[in-house]
């Protein structure tokens, strides 16, 4: 009997040379599943080893328990503070499994082995090393801060935390996510590192505020080095204490639940930080024992560790995490960074100029597997998480259901849009933009995969590079930001900074999300304190000062953005189909598109402005303006009237006054 084919190949037909390789996908993830029901009952149950590794109380003995996988290890011992830093006194012994553990009774422990000591494991590597370690599934890892020197430290507190979001729904985040992408340690002004209290007390009202949905969590997972913004994970299933307590981040999470606000985590699974003190490289003394052997095992641009996503230990140590985070601290899904790199041999380093790129050899189909086997677990466990890839190959398939022949993300991040936008300010003048291509860059996606768009993230602002706001308007932002001056350069960059936003937001994806600040146009870049700058906290933080001054223009940005998301939550646009286009001139710079019941006028014209300008719309009728970047409260001139009526000719066309640099924003006036 012939197999259906499967869903994505029904769709795509241009994919129909290619179907064996993704059929073969497909049957490669049947196998394993199967392999995982057969082993554990279902992947839900596969992802619970962290609940067997790592350091637990057995009710049953009356005592604790660690358990530590090192294959390849000669010896291991546990020591700590509980018995002195005695580096031979408590031997680890390998149990039935193979794995090493050790029994401490609590009568016998119960005034050593407490609450906030710390710990760590000694392990006698197969290379001949001796080495001082952290445990690999370790909850808490603290810094000493005389001598710099990180260890485990025993988190037991007296009572579990007392969660309150049962309420909380993910429906409405799901369908139209408007996400706020933030970084705890630098969303405080002060020149130093904030906490999860102060993000929960001072900035989760602000994005509330805003009307964001959702927030995206960046450095959550602990890291030795706060300069690698949190990209070079050493402790898998430790927060980064350098914010605060575990029960601080839990109290955070439940908060933004309260508020309505969905919460979710950026993973790192891409890569690990090569440090073999604090992380997990050669822990067991061999190359290989999470990591690839060899070239294929680092990777030369993020000089870091590459997980070898077909050993079974490893997908088992990586699924675990998953659960562990959404389970433990409620998070509502992830945004996996670095999906490229983990997709293709070559880390995404070539030109994707051919679909056969998609599924010849340079593509490491163990990793394909880890995704369909990451989002089979989200979506089993928590049915309407959020799933992103931080993806820029356009990889087919990549938001689409396993079932269907695809990956299995809910979303994928449009990352040629930033990049478009960061060319386009650096290398051309208004007059020499192109809206052909600004039109093509904005909607270029899969059809029936969903997007998230956006003007830029954390990437466009880093150090050698700029914030939007910054490159539109550079030092005058120091000088001439004041409501009581008029400058032309400011001009320019508050109206360009508006058109960029609500274009991304209302042309590019299915989703939204803004960087931290950028609602109201941060100025400079993102820095965190390193040698090179000699340890200053100055560009790594947030200047809250600027939108609240009210004789300063940031607050009209910030206004902007208000009622910018407010439109799209009212007429839920993102939900809508993509974008039609109405109108495009490329002479006079103006783009006319209808999506949902709205209609976009874009006028990126940087002097002229135009008179009864005719464009046809999508039904007859009478048309008034809902909304226009020109009006005084959003930095604007009051050059339109938002009482006129604009009735359609024979023709269904609307005779439009159209400013330079302005959007207006157009609907059907319905008859009572």
């Known amino acids: 009997m012939s197999q259906k084919p499967l869903q994505i190949l029904s769709d795509e037909s241009w994919l129909e040379p290619f179907a064996p390789a993704i059929q073969s996908r497909f049957e490669r993830f049947q196998s394993a599943i199967r392999a995982i029901n057969d082993f554990s009952g279902s992947i839900l149950e596969f992802a619970r080893i962290h609940e067997y590794y790592g350091i637990h109380f057995d009710k049953i003995r009356n005592g604790w328990i660690y358990r530590e996988w090192a294959p390849a290890a000669k010896a291991l011992f546990l020591m700590g ?12 012994r390998r149990n039935h499994r193979g794995d090493w553990e050790i029994f401490l009774p609590f009568e016998q422990y119960k005034h050593t082995f407490i609450h906030q000591s710390r710990i760590k494991v000694r392990v006698i590597g197969a290379n001949e090393t001796d080495l001082d370690r952290i445990p690999a599934y370790i909850r808490r890892v603290i810094q000493d801060e005389s001598t710099h020197d990180f260890a485990g430290q025993l988190w037991f507190p007296e009572s579990e935390f007392d969660w309150s979001d049962q309420e909380f729904s993910l429906k409405e985040a799901q369908q139209m996510p408007l996400i706020y992408e933030c970084h705890v340690g630098m969303a405080q002004e002060k020149l130093g590192v904030g906490t999860y209290q102060e993000f929960e007390e001072l900035i989760l009202p602000r994005i509330k505020a805003g009307g964001y949905n959702a927030i995206q969590m960046m450095a959550v997972m602990e890291h030795p080095y706060y300069g690698s913004f949190g990209y070079h994970v050493s402790n898998f299933f430790a927060p980064s204490s350098r914010f605060g307590t575990p029960e601080e981040l839990k109290s955070l999470i439940n908060t933004a639940h309260q508020m309505g606000i969905a919460v979710i985590m950026d993973i790192v699974h891409s890569h690990a930080v090569k440090n073999v003190l604090e992380g997990l490289n050669e822990f067991d003394g061999s190359e290989d024992q999470y990591f690839h052997p060899g070239a294929r095992g680092y990777h030369e641009g993020w000089d870091s560790k590459l997980f070898n996503y077909g050993k079974w230990e490893v997908q088992q140590f990586l699924l675990s995490n998953i659960r562990y985070w959404l389970e433990e601290f409620h998070f509502d899904g992830f945004r996996f960074d670095g999906a490229t790199s983990m997709l293709y041999h070559h880390h995404g380093h070539v030109s994707f100029d051919s679909a056969e790129k998609y ?39 990549l938001s689409r259901k396993v079932e269907d022949g695809g990956l299995g993300f809910n979303f994928r991040l449009a990352m040629g849009i930033p990049d478009f936008w960061i060319k386009t300010l650096k290398h051309k003048l208004d007059e020499q933009w192109d809206m052909f291509e600004l039109w093509h860059e904005l909607t270029n996606r899969p059809k029936r995969e969903k997007s998230i768009a956006y003007a830029e993230s954390h990437d466009q602002a880093l150090v050698g590079d700029k914030s939007i706001a910054f490159w539109l308007m550079d030092k005058e932002m120091y ?18 900074h508006k058109l960029i936003r609500i274009i991304t937001l209302t042309l590019g994806g299915e989703g939204y999300l803004n960087f931290i600040g950028n609602e109201f146009g941060h100025p400079e870049w993102v820095d965190f304190p390193r040698l090179g700058n000699d340890w200053s906290y100055q560009y790594a933080r947030r200047q809250w000062s600027l939108v609240d001054t009210p004789h300063l223009r940031y607050r009209q940005l910030d206004a902007w953005d208000k009622v ?62 809902l909304l226009n970047s020109d009006e ?29 640099r302005v959007v207006m924003v157009i609907k059907l006036k319905k008859m009572i």
């Open 632 to 660: 005084k409260e959003f930095g604007g001139f009051e050059r339109l009237d938002k009482s006129i009526a604009y009735p359609t000719d024979k023709d269904q066309q609307v005779h439009l006054y159209v400013p330079n």
């Open 81 to 92: 503070d509980f018995n002195w830093w005695d580096r031979n006194s408590h031997p680890l």
């Open 359 to 397: 599924f010849d050899a340079g593509v490491d189909e163990e990793a394909v597997l880890y995704f369909q086997l990451a989002n089979t677990l989200i979506h089993g466990l928590k049915p309407q998480a959020i799933s992103i890839a931080e993806e820029v190959s356009g990889m087919p398939g």
């Open 564 to 625: 910018m998301i407010q439109l799209a939550t009212e007429h839920q646009l993102l939900s809508s189909p993509p974008a039609e286009q109405l109108f495009l001139d490329p002479d006079k710079k103006i783009l006319a598109y209808t999506r949902g019941e709205l209609i976009f006028v874009f006028s990126f014209h940087p002097t002229e402005s135009f008179f009864g300008l005719p464009v046809r719309m999508p039904e007859a009728g009478t048309y008034h303006i």
């Open 479 to 496: 000088f001439s930001m004041s409501v009581l001056e008029q400058n032309l350069v400011v001009d320019r960059g508050i109206a360009l």
